[in-house]
Nanobody, 121 residues
Framework: QVQLVESGGGLVQPGGSLRLSCATS????????IGWFRQAPGKEREGVSC????????YFDDSVKGRFTTSRDLAKSTVYLQMNSLTPEDTAVYYC??????????????WGQGTQVTVSS
């Protein structure tokens, strides 16, 4: 069965960094994109970034461009989100999801359970 498991969240101070992991199984990772999404309390879930099936990266949210980097390790079936220069506005539950091969979000039918990121002094 398809599984996506996020990890790496936690409490960090403003300006700090975290590296989130999305461990995948039950499908061929190189055939799909993997997107990162986040949801803050009282807000709708929004797209953050994505790595495509051909290992290209895109940003769904311009506010993270230059601070966040999405990457993929096929040998480990894992996708990462490196988050730098974190601000309190980045506080949210972060999810990974399967997308279309070129990060088409209408294919985001499989989601992980989420990992909490809290940025606070």
């Amino acid at each position: 069965q398809v599984q996506l498991v996020e990890s790496g969240g936690g409490l960090v101070q403003p300006g700090g960094s975290l590296r989130l992991s999305c461990a995948t199984s039950g499908f061929t990772l190189e055939d799909y994109g993997i997107g990162w999404f986040r949801q803050a309390p009282g807000k709708e879930r929004e797209g953050v970034s994505c790595v495509s099936s051909h290992d290209g990266s895109i940003y769904f949210d311009d506010s993270v461009k230059g601070r966040f980097t999405t990457s993929r390790d096929l040998a480990k079936s894992t996708v990462y989100l490196q988050m730098n220069s974190l601000t309190p506005e980045d506080t949210a539950v972060y999810y990974c999801a399967i997308t279309g091969s070129s990060c088409e979000t209408n294919f985001a039918d499989y989601w992980g359970q989420g990992t909490q990121v809290t940025v606070s002094s």
